[in-house]
C-alpha cells in the first residue's frame, strides 16, 4: 500500500503560481510512475502530468504543456507539481495519483493508489 497526501493547494489570481506537494508513504519502493490529475464541477478527470519514478522521464499532455512542470524528490518521497501563469479554467481538485504496474503507467488514467486532493482555485 502506498499512502498519498497532497498540500499546497489555495486561491490565487489568474497569473499567479501556485506549487502543489505530494508526501508518499508505505510501499513507495513498488511505484513505477506518479502522476497529477485534476477534476473540475461537472467535468471528466483528466491527467496533469506524468513521471517514472525510475528514470525521471516525464510526459505532459499537449494541453498542459508549458504551464505545469512534474518533479519527483526520492529522498523525501515528495511529488510537487508546479504550476504558473494559472487561468480560470486551472480550477479544480488536484489529485496526486500513483502506480506500480507498467502498462497501467502508461495509460495516464485509473492509478492504484490517489491522495485525497488540494483544491485550486484561479479568480479572474
Not at 48 to 67: C, E, L, Q
Request: charged share 20%; net charge neutral; hydrophobic share 30%.
Amino acid at each position: 500500500q502506498v499512502q498519498l497526501v497532497e498540500s499546497g493547494g489555495g486561491s490565487v489570481q489568474a497569473g499567479g503560481s501556485l506549487r502543489l506537494a505530494c508526501a508518499s508513504s508505505g510501499d513507495t519502493h513498488m511505484t513505477h510512475c506518479m502522476g497529477w490529475f485534476r477534476q473540475a464541477p461537472g467535468k471528466e478527470r483528466e491527467g496533469v502530468a506524468r513521471i517514472y519514478t525510475g528514470h525521471g522521464n516525464t510526459f505532459y499532455p499537449d494541453s498542459m504543456k508549458g504551464r505545469f512542470t512534474i518533479s519527483l524528490d526520492n529522498a523525501n518521497k515528495t511529488l510537487y507539481l508546479g504550476m504558473n501563469s494559472l487561468k480560470p479554467e486551472d480550477t479544480a481538485m488536484y489529485y496526486c495519483a500513483a502506480e506500480s504496474d507498467v502498462w497501467r503507467c502508461a495509460t495516464f488514467k485509473d492509478y492504484t493508489y490517489w491522495g485525497q486532493g488540494t483544491q485550486v482555485t484561479v479568480s479572474s
